[in-house]
C-alpha cells in the first residue's frame, strides 16, 4: 500500500482555476470509482470535499469538481479563493477493506 | 451530522502502548463504518484501521497490522483503537472518521488526539 503520489504544491491567483493531481495503481486509483478529496487547513480536521471521485457532499461549493482518467484521479477548483488555501488529500479504497491517501498538495492563493 | 469525540492527548515511552477512544451513538456504531486515520507532525494522512458496521470486519494498514488493533463496545457506543510497541515514528494526531455503509468516503471526523511517544 504506497501512497498515492500529488504534486508537493499548486498555486494560483484569485479567479484562477487549478487542478490537482492524484496518481495511484490499477490496485486503488484505476480499479474502483471510489476517490475522495480533503481539505485541510491548519490545526483542523479534514473536510470531505468530493467523493467517488466526482460528487459533491451537501454544503460544498460547487466550484470543486472531481474527475478520473486510468491511475490518475483530478480535483478542479476555479474561481479560486482565499479560503482555498489549504493542504488537500486525495484516497482511494485499495481492496479488501483498506484505504491509501495520497501524498496531500499544499495549494496556495497569490 | 455524526458526533464523534475522541480522548485527550497521551504522552508515553518507546515500547508502551496506548489506548484510543471514540465516542459516537448507538446508531452510528450499527450504520457506519469507524475508521482511525493518523498525521505525523508536518506529514500527510495515513489511513490505519477500519471496523465494520457489525464489528465482524476489522481491517488494518499493511505497515502496521500485528501493532494496532480496533475494537469497539456497543454499551458505550465507543471505538478503540490500541497501538503497541511504540515509537517516535507514532507520534501523531489520531483521527477517528466515520463512513456510511459503502460510500467508501470520511463524511465526519473527530478533532483528533495528540500521541507523543518519547523518552
Known amino acids: 500500500q504506497s501512497a498515492l503520489t500529488q504534486p508537493a504544491s499548486v498555486s494560483g491567483s484569485p479567479g484562477q482555476s487549478i487542478t490537482v493531481s492524484c496518481t495511484g495503481t490499477?490496485?486503488?486509483?484505476?480499479?474502483?470509482?471510489?476517490v475522495s478529496w480533503y481539505q485541510q487547513h491548519p490545526g483542523k480536521a479534514p473536510k470531505v470535499m468530493i467523493y467517488?471521485?466526482?460528487k459533491r457532499p451537501s454544503g460544498v461549493s460547487n466550484r470543486f469538481s472531481g474527475s478520473k482518467s486510468g491511475n490518475t484521479a483530478s480535483l478542479t477548483i476555479s474561481g479560486l479563493q482565499a479560503e482555498d488555501e489549504a493542504d488537500y488529500y486525495c484516497?482511494?479504497?485499495?481492496?479488501?477493506?483498506?484505504?491509501?491517501f495520497g501524498t496531500g498538495t499544499r495549494v496556495t492563493v497569490l | 451530522q455524526v458526533q464523534l469525540v475522541q480522548s485527550g492527548a497521551e504522552v508515553k515511552k518507546p515500547g508502551a502502548s496506548v489506548t484510543l477512544s471514540c465516542k459516537t451513538s448507538a446508531n452510528t456504531l450499527t450504520t457506519h463504518y469507524i475508521h482511525w486515520v493518523r498525521q505525523a507532525p508536518g506529514q500527510g494522512l495515513e489511513w490505519v484501521a477500519i471496523i465494520s458496521p457489525g464489528g465482524d470486519v476489522t481491517d488494518y494498514a499493511q505497515r502496521l497490522q500485528g501493532r494496532v488493533t480496533i475494537n469497539r463496545d456497543i454499551i458505550t457506543s465507543t471505538v478503540y483503537l490500541d497501538v503497541s510497541s511504540l515509537t517516535s515514528e507514532d507520534t501523531a494526531v489520531y483521527y477517528c472518521?466515520?463512513?456510511?455503509?459503502?460510500?467508501?468516503?470520511?463524511?465526519?471526523w473527530g478533532l483528533g488526539t495528540l500521541v507523543t511517544v518519547s523518552s
Open positions: 484516497c482511494s479504497y485499495a481492496g479488501g477493506s483498506s484505504y491509501v
Open positions: 490499477s490496485s486503488d486509483v484505476g480499479g474502483f470509482n471510489l
Open positions: 467517488q471521485v466526482n
Open positions: 472518521a466515520s463512513e456510511v455503509a459503502k460510500t467508501s468516503y470520511f463524511d465526519d
